[in-house]
């Protein structure tokens, strides 16, 4: 039997040369994180906030857009956000929920304003009487706020300016009339309170005046303004 002769092979002979690019050496140094870099920390008040009570009062608040709420309802609400005052920030109270609150629950909305007047953004609720509907209970909402915040007399003057185009934009005759009857009464009730300077909306008042003389509460109005002496307002 012939022999087989092992033979040895060295695998190094097959190996095969791979061209690799020299890395390129970052000399830069180390940083660790620093946390007390970070500036504007904020908390999230949130997550101190009962989240039940949350979603409760935020279903409550939508139901207000809708129907009026039930006495069991209001109370809930008012409980949970007198208690919880972080809670405002995230009950879903908008300003595009507000005229729809006003309409179907004037007092809660009252109560809304009221408890958000001192936070930031609160201007921005102020505005929505100036670009939605004139309503009574608008009217009456505004009188409220009057009496209990000190509102900038330049913005009075604005909503009352707002509150005669509005009227004057109507086409439905007797709908225009009763509006026109409410903001009249509203603005006798600001001309009583000195909420506002007669000389600045005198133009518009008169105008208004002899436009709708044939109302009742106008000719009321009227006679108030002629009594008035806008060099003392």
């Not at 005052?85 to 908008?94: E, H, I, S, W, Y």
Request: hydrophobic residues 35%; proline residues 2%.
């Amino acid at each position: 039997m012939d022999k087989i002769t092992q033979t040895q092979f060295d695998l190094t002979t097959f190996q095969t040369d791979y061209l690799r690019p020299i890395p390129n050496i970052l000399n830069s140094e180390f940083q660790w994180n620093d946390n007390m870099a970070i500036i504007n920390v904020q908390w999230n008040y949130s997550l101190e906030v009962n989240q039940d009570k949350v979603s409760q009062v935020r279903e409550i608040i939508q139901n207000t857009c809708t129907t009026e709420i039930r006495d069991e309802e209001q109370k809930i609400l008012i409980q949970y956000l007198q208690n919880e005052k972080d809670m405002l920030k995230n009950c879903g109270f908008t300003c595009q929920k507000l005229p729809l609150i006003i309409e179907k629950n004037k007092d809660i909305a009252h109560f809304l304003l009221i408890s958000i007047c001192h936070l930031d953004g609160f201007e921005e609720f102020l505005d929505v009487f100036i670009q939605t509907d004139v309503t009574q209970n608008s009217l009456e909402l505004f009188a409220q706020l009057f009496g209990e915040l000190k509102l900038p007399q330049e913005y009075i003057t604005q909503y009352i300016n707002y509150c005669i185009e509005f009227c004057n934009n109507i086409k439905e005759k007797q709908s225009q009339n009763k509006l026109v009857r409410y903001v009249s009464i509203f603005i006798q009730q600001m001309l009583k309170q000195k909420a506002f300077a007669t000389k600045d909306v005198l133009t518009n008042l008169q105008a208004f005046c002899i436009e709708f003389s044939k109302v009742g509460e106008v000719s009321r109005l009227f006679k108030l303004v002629k009594g008035q002496e806008p060099t003392t307002q």
